[in-house]
Every structure is written in structure tokens, then in C-alpha cells.
């Protein structure tokens, strides 16, 4: 059976325009990897209803799964859980049990939940929270797309606690190897055998080091045997 | 008149499987901030024809300029040059001018140009060469979509020598102030302030430091007394 699919959606201007360099992408690759769910398809776009509605819409239809980052804070310009209420057609409101949570950090804090900070309860109609062990404001689950905060530290604390919920796949093995030849000329043996294990993928990293070019080949794969024995056969014919 | 839109399409299985992290989208959204073109979408997606032909055409009808990086080695997974050309309904084939480019770089470096290097002169037809200063194989440009490498020091070399061929609009400006408060507690002010400014893009980033939550305050917009004047009603109200 293949793997469940996912795909990312990171909201925000400040990363269109340069401001900001999103950190979230690569560690969500490296834990869905890890769980054996493939990453399909990753979008920036930018703090927009339509945009982000539409968008929700096309990859929660077209994959398994779909992680949002971005855009659930108090100021004017997070947007996030109105346009995924749209997205669904659900109703959206301050919850009670949201507001709970940020009264209890807030009152801890000694500060106000004021009219802002109340707008991070607005949570879509039948969804479920997602736990922020950092600032209390929850993300949420509707159908299979999880909307998470954009701030690194709590994006990976919620998405620590989404993934054991979800059912992976074969995790992916992989091996590679280092090889000190132009891509050009190990291209032709390498397409040879991936045309022979048609079951893996086999994918050429070109690098240079040393005003010498070089390729990093990796062999990935959920059939371990075939992953080793492509692997025997590659170090055997660049080995040396 | 608005600037001129560009959209981003990042192939590459490896970027998805987190095995590598991403740089030229930083990159590029920087430069084009400079240039005052609007960077509205960044996609990642993998190596896949039709997956690339499908995203080519839709991110080349909605924007005026599309940039690709990635997939345009001699390797058999490199196979964006064919999925554009897919998109375009183009014919592609080794080309003479692309084929004397790397023909020279391969006597020069004393190697042979074998049948995996080949493929990088295989150019759709009707396109403009993007030229490589570091590894010769060109780059190109078709309709409105720039086709460029993935290596960092080549996508940037590439850029550098398309960028003045378009025409940016006003480019952005951009002042900040670091207010150490919480986002909450400015955010109904921001708020008020931003339906004040409406030509103007203004956006809350939070962090935390020291233990202490702050907000990073970014006023953007291509009108410079606007931008002076929001942001001394900003510091007015939140400096000292």
C-alpha cells in the first residue's frame, strides 16, 4: 500500500517578501519522513482570505493530510482560522473551552485577555484543539487539515502532539554515497539502475568542494533488501 | 499601477524528504523585494513531468513572472527542462548554441561531453538561453517562466542576469520598531492603526527573548511619507 500523503501550507507575507526565512518546512519533512508520510507539496502564499481558503481547499481534496503554519495570533493581519472556517464552510465563534485556556495563562501571566487575545479563541465549528504547551493559544484539527502557529518553538510542540495521531506509513530508508565524479559522468549507470529498481527512488545531489564537483547519490526506498542491494551495486561501480 | 506579481516553483524531491533545506527562495523573495516585483507564492513540489507541467502552467497564467530552480542536471531525475516544455505544448531537443556552450566548458575542463551531459542543451524550442557562468549549462526563459538550477551559487548567478531584464515596480520600503510587549496588548492599536493606513502593509511578528514576549512591527509600502508617518504614530504610542 503506498504511503499517506500530505502536503504544507506556510501563511505569510513576511516570508514572500524576504523578511523572514520559514524554518518549519524542513522540519516538518524531516518528522513526516520519518513517519513514513510523504511530503507531496509545500506553498508559501501570503495573508489573504481568498488565497488561503482557496488553497486549504485544493490540498485538504487532493491529499491525506495538510499542515498550515501561520497566521492564528492576535493581531489584524492573522487571518488563518477565518479563512479555513471558510474553506470548510463552517461557522466560526470564540469557543469556550479556548477561551478557558487563555484565561488561565493570561490570569497566570497577570495580564488582560483582552479583545485581541480573544480573537485566538475563534475556533471553526466541530473542530478539535491542538495543544500549545508554550503560549496556551490552541491550534486546530478540521477534517484532515491541521492548523498550527507559525512562531518555530510552537509549531513544533503542536506538531509533536498531531503526529502520533495520525497513521503512517512504511518509513522511508535511505542510503547514500558520496561520489568524487562530475554528475555527468555517473548520470548514465544511474539511470541504468534506476530503471533496474523501479521501486526505489535514486536521486543525485551535485556538490563542489575543493574547485572539485562531486554528487551526493541517495538511494531511498521502504524495501530495505532493495535499498541494500542498489546500494551494493553503485559502490561497486564508483567505489575506488 | 501595482507591481508586477512573480510566483516561485522550487522542484525537487530532496527538499520535500528534508534530506536538503531550501535557499533560494529566501533569496529570490529578497531580490525581488529590492526590485519591486511581488513575490504572491512559493511552491515545492517533486520531480514528477506531469506535476511540474500542471503547476508551470497554472503559476504562468495567474502571475506575470514565474522562476523555477532545480531539476536541470544530466541526471534521470532531472526533468523540469521536459515538463516546461510539456507546459508550453513546445517541441525540445538538443539545441546548437546550448550544445557549443557545454561542448567548450568539457574541452576546457578535459572531460568528455558523454550522452548524460547532452541533456542539459536539450532546450524547449522558442526559448531565450539564461547563461551559467560556473557550470555552463544554460539556463532558459520561455513565455514568462525562468528555468534555473538548484545550486545555490548558480540559481544566484542566473537570477542576477534576469533581473534586469524585468521591469519591478516601486520597490518596497520598509521600517520596523522591536516593542517589547505582548502581542495582544498592541494588537487593537496595530489594528486601528492599519485601517488608517490602508495603502500600506503592516505586520506583527512575535518573539520571545529572555523569557519576555515582544513583537517585531514591519510598516511596508511604496509610499515613504505614509510610512514615516504610521510609523511615528507607532513609536508615539508604544516607545518608552
Known sequence: MPNPTAAMLVIGDEIL???????????LANELTRTGIDLREARVIADDQDTIARAV?????????????????????????DAVARAFDRPIGVRADARALLQAHYDRAGQDLNEARLRMARIPEGATLIENPISAAPGFTIGNVHVMAGVPAIFEAMLAS????????????????????????????????????PQLSIGSYP????????????IRGDDGAAVDAAMAE???????
Open 17 to 27: 517578501s524576504g523578511r523572514t526565512r520559514d524554518a518549519n518546512m524542513h522540519h
Open 57 to 81: 481547499r485544493e490540498l485538504s481534496t487532493a491529499h491525506d493530510t495538510v499542515f498550515t503554519s501561520g497566521g492564528i495570533g492576535p493581531t489584524h493581519d492573522d487571518i488563518t482560522a
Open 162 to 197: 498531531v503526529l502520533p495521531t495520525l497513521t503512517g506509513g512504511a518509513p522511508l530508508l535511505s542510503q547514500s554515497l558520496r561520489i568524487f565524479r562530475g554528475e555527468g559522468d555517473i548520470a548514465g549507470p544511474l539511470g541504468e539502475l534506476a530503471r533496474r529498481y
Open 207 to 218: 556538490f563542489q568542494q575543493d574547485g572539485a564537483f562531486g554528487a551526493q547519490v541517495v
Open 234 to 240: 553503485l559502490s561497486a561501480a564508483f567505489d575506488g
